[in-house]
């Protein structure tokens, strides 16, 4: 599991991404959108939405995404730490119709910033764009904050499957990006703390190549 | 409970090797099973959190779907049956991943009987909740503590990880259930106690993520849970400092007007300057199972408790 996978190629990482957001603005179909040509037959069923992953290659560099859905109902706000902690990246969905589910996000980035500090990549996607013309939340006041975050803004309609592949797509070029410099920044050499910050796990591609006769791998 | 930190490192050593783990499951965690329960059972016989949850499991028993927020199907009462043979099965497992495997079956036959649509997490905790106050509870409550404390964390990352949350989730929500404004934010309790699990098994939490939940007193402004700001507060820490941090947050023109209370379901109580607020906090926790919540506020308000009961003033603005 130790980092140190030689040149750019033929590494992996594993990356875990909660998606937040007031009920009905969309969250569960967005995921499921992007997800669902991928349902894996290991899931305890493909009719859920709630634990989704998928894999992807980017540029050589293999990413397992695991997609941690959460209650966004009221009553279960207080919950929102036991989901997000560990995670690499935060999807925060409002209906671009609905005003109050823009506040929300608002609250959730506020946590986030407060439980995880800058490590955690924030995107506020602004769903439904479908239904342009009952726009409640405008482009540049969701865009401006967004900034003022340090958080990327993007438009989708899970209805028309519009702008998800994108979100997903640099989503995870961030939080490689992310994974890397942390890794650099922790010296990049030897082995034992590559393992993992935060859920990162950076595995080498190959099997282990036994240098040795081995002595002990007897079973 | 040393009892319980050998078996915590007898999962970690097994890690790296399926075959070593299994066996150290076996010679650790089969005997001390039952004395884990044991102790755990104790422990919370003692802090009253398993008194609590019965008595919510009841009261929340009696709800309509509509109430607990159940949007999807239920399972009826033969579906209800074979999730409990599946709790059974987990409760006797002695194995962290055997109790996990029976956990996610569980999950599978819930999503089975919320009637075939696709379903995300905001339907399926209501239903969950649903489960398990028809299911023995307490059990329960000790499989999720027992996989929670001795799985790596490293394990808790897939789909596993994912319903442990889940489950533990629920059962959180199940306790703090009507206790004054859940619909709010969670109990302080509760809040506290997720921060403490929180802290002890996260992922390398001491090397980037600054230490912000040591020692964090949450302080809402003028009522309780409203505009909540969470101050880092030592145990030394004055009432008298935590009002200019408070004046600070909340902005304040006139801080010597307002002071900081401690707000139970009945009662408001000014916190003397010299007071300690962790003490306080300490000791209310124990005293009583009520939750309570301090508040930032002006002092001559102090006779009038709010009376929202249970609180279930709808939210006027978001927290």
Known sequence: MAGSGAGGGGRSFSFKVVLLGEGCVGKTSLVLRYCENKFNDKHITTLQASFLTKKLNIGGKRVNLAIWDTAGQERFHALGPIYYRDSNGAILVYDITDEDSFQKVKNWVKELRK?????????????????????????????????????????????????IEELFLDLCKRMIETAQVDERARGNGSSQSGTARRGVQIIDDEPQVQSSGGCCSSG | ???????????????????????????????????????????????????????????????SLAELGVTAGVPDAPALERIQARLLQMHQAYSPKKKEAQLLKACKLIYEA???????????????????????????????????????P???????????????????????????????????????????????????????????DCDILYVSFQEPFANQKAIPVPAHMTAASVCVVCSKKYGVSNPEAYGLFLVTDSTSRLLAEDSRPQQTRSASLKSHSASCCFVYKLKGEEQEAPSEGDGLAPAQEPI
């Open chain 2, 1 to 63: 409970r040393t009892a319980w930190c050998q078996a915590g490192k007898g999962g970690r050593l097994g890690q790296g090797s399926s075959v070593v783990e299994a066996a150290l499951y076996k010679c650790v965690l089969k005997p001390l099973r039952d004395c884990i329960y044991a102790q755990l059972l104790d422990f919370h016989s003692r802090d009253g959190s398993l008194q609590k949850l019965r008595d919510h499991q009841l009261s929340m028993g009696r709800q």
């Open chain 1, 115 to 163: 439980m995880l500090g800058n490590e955690i990549c924030l995107c506020i996607v602004g769903n439904k764009i479908d239904l342009e013309k009952e726009r409640h939340v405008s482009v540049q006041e969701a865009e401006t904050y967004a900034e003022s975050v340090g958080a990327k803004h993007y438009h989708t309609s899970a209805k028309q499957n519009k702008g």
């Open chain 2, 114 to 152: 919320m009637n075939h649509g696709v379903y995300g997490a905001d339907d399926f905790l209501p239903v969950l909740t649903y489960v398990l106050v028809k299911c023995d509870i307490v059990s329960v409550q000790l499989d999720v503590e027992y996989m929670m404390e001795l799985l790596e």
């Open chain 2, 154 to 212: 490293s394990q808790l990352q897939g789909e596993g990880g994912y319903y442990l949350t889940t489950w533990f989730g629920a059962l959180y929500h199940i306790s703090n259930f009507q206790s004054a404004m859940v619909t709010r934010q969670i109990s302080i309790e509760a809040q506290d106690s997720i921060h403490r699990w929180q802290r002890r098994r996260t992922i390398h939490h001491n090397q980037h993520i600054p230490q912000v």
